[in-house]
């Protein structure tokens, strides 16, 4: 069967500190890979998605990058963390775009 | 514009009760796909359905049933006979053609569902 891990599960770092969360998914190959960020109290917003490995969208510009670098790993980056990159952030996975998604349990990042 | 509307920020009831989670969408694709996610206090977002646009049967699993109509472009969800392990906050999302040809998923607020013993 197939699964997704995440991690850390929680996570506070400094202002300006970089930061790296690892996502990676077991059972299948080439899946979709997401990264969604959720701010306290509201809705998920998609930062980026990935059909591939090295191929990935940006869904809004920011402080934040991801990367590819192999079939099931997808890795959210940035090198100098703002306050208002704080929030929780889950990975999913899914075998098409117009298939459901499977999320992993999620990062809560406290930029302090 | 937003896509994915869940007008309901939080919705209180007894245990017991029914309870209907509303979610209206936009979009200008014919082909589309919409899912309900259950996000309970852990955070991990489960999935519960995925309804294509051409299949406007309505569905029910267990205590929980879902109401699709193109015409009002709603896809509601009824939980019947709530309990307290119904709450969480629930997702609504659609799936649909971006301007790069992929589909992508977008959400709504969330609704979140407090069942009071």
């Known amino acids: 069967s197939q699964t997704i891990h995440q991690w850390p599960a929680t996570l506070v770092q400094p202002v300006g500190s970089p930061l790296s969360l690892e996502c990676t998914v077991e059972?299948?190959?080439?899946?979709?890979l997401y990264w969604y960020r959720q701010a306290a109290g509201r809705g998920l917003q998609l930062l980026f998605y990935?059909?591939?490995?090295?191929?990935i969208s940006s869904e809004v510009p920011q402080n934040l990058s991801a990367s590819r670098p192999q079939d099931r790993q997808f890795i959210l980056s940035s090198k100098k963390l703002l306050l208002s990159d704080s929030g929780f952030y889950l990975c999913?996975?899914?075998?098409?775009?117009?298939?459901?998604?499977?999320f992993g349990q999620g990062t809560r990042l406290t930029v302090v | 514009a937003q896509k994915v509307t869940q007008a309901q920020t939080e919705i209180s009831v007894v245990e017991k009760e029914d309870v209907t989670l509303d979610c209206v969408y936009e979009?200008?694709?014919?082909?589309?796909?919409l899912f309900w996610y259950k996000q309970p206090p852990s955070g991990e977002l489960v999935f519960l359905i995925r309804?294509?646009?051409?299949?406007?049967q309505n569905e029910i699993s267990g205590r929980y049933s879902w109401n699709f109509q193109k015409s009002t472009s709603s896809f509601n969800f009824t939980i019947t006979a709530s309990q307290v392990v119904d709450s969480a906050v629930y997702f609504c999302?659609?799936?649909?053609?971006?301007?790069?040809?992929?589909?992508?998923?977008?959400f709504g607020t969330g609704t979140r569902l407090k069942v009071l013993a």
């Open positions: 999913a996975w899914s075998v098409t775009t117009i298939t459901e998604a499977f």
């Open positions: 059972g299948t190959s080439n899946p979709n």
């Open positions: 990935s059909v591939g490995i090295g191929q």
């Open positions: 979009t200008r694709d014919t082909t589309y796909y």
């Open positions: 309804r294509n646009s051409f299949d406007e």
């Open positions: 999302a659609l799936s649909e053609a971006s301007t790069s040809g992929t589909y992508k998923y977008i």
